[in-house]
């Protein structure tokens, strides 16, 4: 096989040998390569196959409007679909494999599809699934399902690894003055005057050199410009991409550090994602050169002309031998003239007739001519050209590759990102950016410049524009007009052929032809978004770069319409694919969210402790004794404190300090129950109800001193209701003299529980009159030091139901704590008990956690209705029993047991009626546990109208997810010691 | 992304705030009934404009702020603590 690569051509670095595969075969290339540009001077026609049709396709491009040359790169865990060959920079034991293939790009076996067109043309999916008329009209999708696995099959792009990603990724942070998007011309022009009027500038640029368009031109060296930018202190981010607009000029960029590196360091994320915050934007982001349809204009070899310059003059690769350009604009004539002094022989088509270049006479120029047919399959054999007027077979040219440009249409797309329509430009064909108010400025030709000195002008227009607005100078200033040519561009957009089912691509990625935007028009899909997802045309991974105005004219002609009135799709970040790992950064694995532990979690692990998630806590759960399992575990902790005493780190509760002089005021309008009259040294239960009067969080508030309080939350709420807190306070009761102040972190927390609490205590505490049961009755408070002068609050507050302490000391001494009370404890053949065994307790005595109050229950329901004063109002108090809260029917708390006293019941179980087995049922079972007490499994959830309803009825728990059924029978929710003669011990 | 100027921190991301709701609703007194409160806190006004509404810089001087900003471009025209008597401390302090 020859090689296309030309001796004296392009930038790369021919001492850099880099040895490549592809299809599993091994190339050679060099350093500075593209994948493209090496796979084409290895003489590599066909990369890829087409997505529905499975057509042999090639390298269109040489930038990121690629839609042809989309590859696999790398293999096992490492693998990355839909790479564009075309940007992916070649280095030393690249991988590179063809997709959508069986088994390779060259020899395809569900090329089959290219015969069975017909069937896959605009609308095919929603087709299908409709049914096929008139055996299944609109009778569905008996069809879709059966044929829907073969059809996702053959149609699709490259697979992902489906392996967990190894690489690392990261989010970083910039401000600047000024970013400019784009090193051409224009861009950097725009960042040196800025930086001159010492802005501080970020020059972003998607390549991995700075130059632009530039670097497709023979004698350019950017050297010289990188230095000037650098000692301008511009920060230069080359791979780096702006893939998105947001507002406040926020830019979003990603930045690809080691895509470019054969073996990169560990320690480098792969990708950053980048948050700039800029004052302005400058938009340099250069023009895009369209292709022109006309039936097999996909086959490879057919390429912009704007590319082969690039292969040419970047990457010395002379991409064809016998060329043909088609154009309709003068930009095509400097390549034309630098193709035949490489070697090849060019002719030209210009379908324009009143027009003259000057040229060496090296090339053919044939005026008024257009191609209309490719012949070939896998390659480019022949081209059927004719005079424009009238489309039939005149003349057929021996060629081995078609160039195309019709016309070149400016990026706007970042400015599209803010909700700014382009305006048509009839004179250039082409859209073009609107103003707006937002501080973006475009310049050089993505507002439509097409020569190099009216970009650089605009460059410096673009950043006095900006001075202006961020009044920093009022200068007068003027863009040049768009255009720039010597004569105008004739719209070219399709060359009709008469032949039926041509094959002109319009959208190469997708595979939609001018006859699928046809058929759409047929069927009714008259407005472009519409025709945009009835068609797919545009929304393959180069987001219609090439094709859109295609299909827009196409649509226009249709519709008897100009471009304009058609109107142009909506343009939506990212510019170019953003891989999810990038978007998710370092928020992976255990760094998916914050981990918060409590001060003894160090602790607990040490003394056994197995740790359960609760929202971003990590809490002990059980501590298993030597083989025990975690029901063999909690069984015996919950005995355990049943028996005797039992220690449980209850420090993720929120701690709220309440100060100030209206704090009982505070109080007594945002809990349910009354709290004007508690003493201090006493801690009071109380419930919150949202504005709606729904159970907002539970907790329970101690009154240290006359205007000091110390309230705790449930663990999952506390940062709601801190900020509720806040809310009310400097929003609507702004005359209270109240501060709350999280103190959270502050306090490490845990209950110790049973019978033989107070002994143990007795033990820890300096002074053990202070907790005796008249100085601590229940529910009492206590500020006292533990020994070894350890400052603590203690506070007879019982969730287990047993007689209960909790005790909190400041959380450097939690350790401390910890040891000093499992050393007493130890003595009474106490345990520590974890989360399971907490959970036990709590529903043994009918106590409501965040798995019943949900959200959706009042304090009724919850069966607390006597939490909530009569005497007073307070949040929710009007709205707790407006209309369907005060139905009769509502869901009540209750307890279960199983009718079958050796039966078990899980959590999420619905609850029927006896004849009357589905749906939502009657109630729900909320939270379940085996009580040791009671020697069987209980649970407690809701049944409409409670327990006077259901007493003496059996019902039925359904449990079809674990395909399972019980009888159940409803109880108390309270069912251990229901008058609570434990806990006042 | 929303650029909220706090009047105590300076300019920082929306993701440092949380989203309260419409700045410019009167609660009733809490004895007052129950259509006064359903009449608070279940119609809403849907603007398109500008609009006054809460926000929390939770993550930052926990402050509650009285934003005014348009919906329709996220332009934001003043930043002011809730509180009454905070405002008038910033103003006078500007
Ligand atoms: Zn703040």
Known sequence: MKTRRIDNYGKINRDKILSFSWDKKNYKGFEGDTLASALLANNIGIVGRSFKYHRPRGIFSSGVEESGALVTIGSKDRRDPNVRATTQELYNGLEASGQNAFPNVNFDLAGINNYLGRFFAAGFYYKTFMGIPPFEWGRGTAIWMFFEKFIRKAAGMGSASGLPDPDTYEHAHDFCDLIVVGSGPAGVAAAIEAAEKKLDVILVEQDSLIGGNQLAENDFDNSQIKNQLENLGIKIMTRTTAFGLYDNCVVGLLERVTDHISEPNVNIPRQRFWTIRAKHIIVGAGAIERHIAFNNNDIPGVMTVNASKHYLNRYGVLTGKRIVIATNNDSVYETAHQLSEAGANVTVLDSRTNFEIETNKSFEIRKGYVPYNINGSKKIDSLDISKSEIINKSETINCDQVLLSGGWSPAVHLLSHRGVKPKWDYNNACFLPSDTNENITMVGSSRGLWNKNDCIASGIAGTTDALNRLGISKTNYFFPKPGGWKYPIQPLYEVKYKKSRSKSFVDYQHDVTTDDVRLAHREGFISVEHLKRYTTLGMANDQGKMGNIIGLSLMAELLNKEIPEVGTTVFRPPYTPVSIGALSGRNVGKHFRPLRVTPMHQWNIDHGAKMIEVGLYQRPWYYPKENETLSDSYIREASTVRKTVGICDVTSLGKIAVQGPDSTEFLNRIYSNGFSKLQVGKARYGIMLRDDGIVMDDGTSWRLAENEYFMTTSTGEAAKVMSWLEELLQTRWTNLNVNVTSVSEQWAGVSVAGPKSREVLNNCVDDSLVITNNNLPFMGVTSTFLKGNISCRIARISFSGELAFEVYVKSDFANTMMDLLWENAKKYDGCLYGLEALGALRVEKGHVTAAELDGRVTIDDAGLSKMASTKKSYIGSAMRKRGVLKNNDREILVGFFPTNLKETFNAGTIVCEKNNIKGQGIGRITSVTYSPELGHWIGIGFVKGGLDKWKDTTLVGADPVRNKQMNLKVVSPHMIDPKGERMYA | ?94
């Open chain 2, 1 to 94: 992304m929303i650029r909220i100027n706090c009047p105590y921190c300076g300019e920082r991301d929306h993701s440092e705030f949380s989203y309260g709701g419409d700045a410019t609703i009167n609660y009733p007194s809490l004895d007052a009934s129950e259509k006064e409160w359903t009449e608070a806190i279940f119609f809403r006004k849907n603007i398109k404009g500008f609009q006054f509404e809460t926000w929390h810089h939770s993550n930052g001087c926990r402050m509650w702020l009285v934003v005014e900003r348009s919906t329709v471009t996220h332009e934001i025209k003043s930043v002011k603590p809730c509180h009454p008597n905070l405002q008038k401390v910033v103003e006078n302090n500007k």
